[in-house]
């Protein structure tokens, strides 16, 4: 299968600024998603991005997309206790199915 | 409405027994997915449903059989459990926008 990576661990001080990237490998992806999955629980859609954009803004989430070298990035702007997690980025493949990454864990320290 | 429902939450098997994990949506979605999460290794999709009648191997489909019993359920089963089979099952819907709705897991220990 195509490989979706990122780095595993990220910590940040509470009110800076996340920055969880993501590189994948197939160019034919037409969508391309970030899920947010909290302790014990399932993943939950944070926000997505057609593949011809290059960015989009959502609240305190910025995505950006470079397609050239295939790297998808999520920002988000002063990040909050809450938002310790696992973050997955997903490419869709085919017509039925998303590949995941392995994951970030973000920690943020208060 | 409840979205995506799983069972057990827990469970503990010994090497070589079997077991099904049941999944139900009350979301009216054509797609249903299984997908078995392991640490650092993200989420591999295990079998996958597109539509009732209807089943396709995934990445990891080794060692599962699965099951589209109508259109709300989707039942993944293990007919005989091995260790390495330890993981974090999740099911999930699919809409017509591509979003995926997850169920909470079923946490799996085989020992």
């Known amino acids: 299968g195509e490989d979706v990576e990122q780095s595993l661990f990220l910590s940040v001080r509470e009110g800076d600024s996340s920055v969880i990237n993501c590189t994948y490998t197939d160019s034919s992806s037409t969508y391309l998603y970030w899920y947010k999955q909290e302790p014990g629980a399932g993943l939950q859609l944070l926000t997505y991005i057609f593949s011809n954009m290059d960015m989009k803004q959502d609240q305190r989430l910025t995505v950006l997309l470079n397609k050239k070298d295939k790297h998808l990035s999520l920002r988000i702007a002063d990040t909050q206790t809450g938002d310790s997690a696992i973050y997955f980025c997903a490419e869709k493949m085919g017509a039925n199915n998303l590949f995941f990454g392995t994951g970030t864990r973000l920690t943020v320290i208060p | 409405n409840a979205g995506v429902t799983q069972t057990p939450k827990f469970q503990v098997l010994k090497t070589g027994q079997s077991m099904t994990l049941q999944c139900a949506q009350d979301?009216?979605?054509?797609?249903m997915y299984w997908y078995r999460q392991d640490p650092g290794m993200g989420l591999r999709l295990i079998y996958y449903s597109a539509s009732e009648g209807t089943t396709d191997k995934g990445e990891v489909p080794n060692g599962y059989n699965v099951s589209r019993l109508n259109k709300r359920e989707f039942s993944l089963r293990l007919e005989s459990a091995a260790p390495s089979q330890t993981s974090v099952y999740f099911c999930a819907t699919r809409d017509s926008s591509y979003e995926q709705y997850f169920g909470p897991g079923t946490r799996l220990t085989v020992t």
């Open positions: 979301m009216n979605h054509n797609s």
